[in-house]
């Protein structure tokens, strides 16, 4: 029995110390120490001894099982820790290797003048309308003070789709019908951001561009008080510094009617490329709403006298992010609208 017992002793521990896994070495720990284990059955047969030799075997058992539950400490243990390392090896996480940085888009340089525009006219109390951009021949001219044959229709190349209905070539047409939208016949404070169409194409024209219009109807509001809109939104959008230019303009929507220039914000107005030596680039269209177009869309020129003014977003856009041809807000090329990202961020 004692040979038995070394026996069992040497082929445990030689197979323990090759057991590969934890699988593997607890499958063994069934094998030698488990109830139905080889140690165990020796005990049972412990009945058969001599009694004077039952301590002695006993005593040996006991001992071989504490070395050998010793033993599967350890090599569990080893095993554990070589499990460890392995897992550590194989799924080692490289932090200087290229991330797969999710691409997001940019915000359009448009729109972002867009925003910082509504931002401005929202904190003067404006209201930001909209309108449609399949306009009638009635708002877009008609109730604008040009009649049918009108020769001051020729200013703008239109896209008819029916003798009544065209794309609309200016944001104005939102005048009239915020005017006769209103019931009230109360002061209006609005700017109408949206796309107009006109049949032009080449690098400073394009055959949709944005416009931003701008409509006061109030008792009392005077050429002054344009004069102050218009200084606070271009000195918002363009710098401090910029100084504005009245020259005196026809439109059939307002009279008096101006074209207003900007100072030029890349010499200052010492004259340079951008605005042809003169010093000033023409910006907006702007005046004192016409009586006739106030009487026409219900408001009493008696009692009421307004400004409107309208501007090129596209040509704002260009101008702030010193974008040379207009066909490039249309393409959507990524490598161009990624710059305006580079541009904020660096608080240009
Ligand atoms: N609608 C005019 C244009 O597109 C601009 C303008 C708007 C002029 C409002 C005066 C008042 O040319």
């Not at 010499?267 to 009586?291: R, S």
């Amino acid at each position: 029995m004692k040979e038995q017992i070394e026996q069992i002793k040497v082929t445990s521990i030689e197979e323990v110390k090759n057991a590969k896994d934890l699988r593997e070495l607890s499958d063994l720990k069934v094998k030698y120490l488990g109830k139905k284990g080889e140690l165990t059955s020796v005990l049972r047969g412990m009945k058969d001894l001599r009694p004077e030799e039952r301590p002695v075997i006993g005593e040996l058992v006991n001992k071989v099982r504490d070395e050998l539950n010793e033993l599967f400490e350890s090599i569990e243990k080893e095993l554990q820790e070589a499990e460890l390392a392995r897992k550590l090896e194989e799924e080692k996480i490289d932090v200087t290797l290229p991330s797969n940085k999710a691409k997001r888009g940019s915000k359009h340089p448009l729109n972002r003048v867009i925003e910082e525009i509504e931002d401005l006219f929202v904190s003067m109390g404006y209201d930001v309308v909209d309108g449609p951009e399949l306009e009638t021949d009635e708002y877009c001219f008609e109730r604008l003070n040009l009649p049918k044959g009108h020769p001051a229709r020729d200013m703008q190349d239109s896209f008819y789709i029916t003798p009544e209905h065209l794309l609309r070539t200016q944001t104005s047409a939102v005048q009239a019908r915020v005017m006769m939208a209103n019931e009230e016949k109360s002061p209006i404070r609005v700017i109408v951001p949206g796309k107009t169409y006109r049949r032009e194409d080449d690098a400073t024209h394009s055959h949709q561009f944005n416009q931003v219009e701008g409509l006061v109807i109030d008792k009392g509001i005077t050429l002054a008080h344009l004069k102050g809109t218009l200084e606070v939104f271009m000195r918002k959008l363009l710098g401090d510094n910029t100084q504005l230019r009245f020259r005196p303009s026809y439109f059939p929507f307002t009279e008096p009617s101006y074209e207003v220039d900007v100072s030029c914000f890349k010499c200052g107005g010492k004259g340079c490329n951008l605005c042809k030596q003169t010093g000033w680039i023409e910006l907006l269209g702007a005046g004192m709403v016409h009586p006739n177009v106030l009487k026409m869309n219900g408001y009493d020129p008696e009692k009421y006298s307004g400004f409107a003014f309208g501007t090129g977003l596209d040509r704002l856009a260009m101008f702030k992010y010193g974008i040379t041809d207009m066909r490039y807000l249309y393409r959507n090329d990524v490598r161009f609208l990624t710059q305006f990202d580079q541009m904020d961020r660096e608080g240009k």
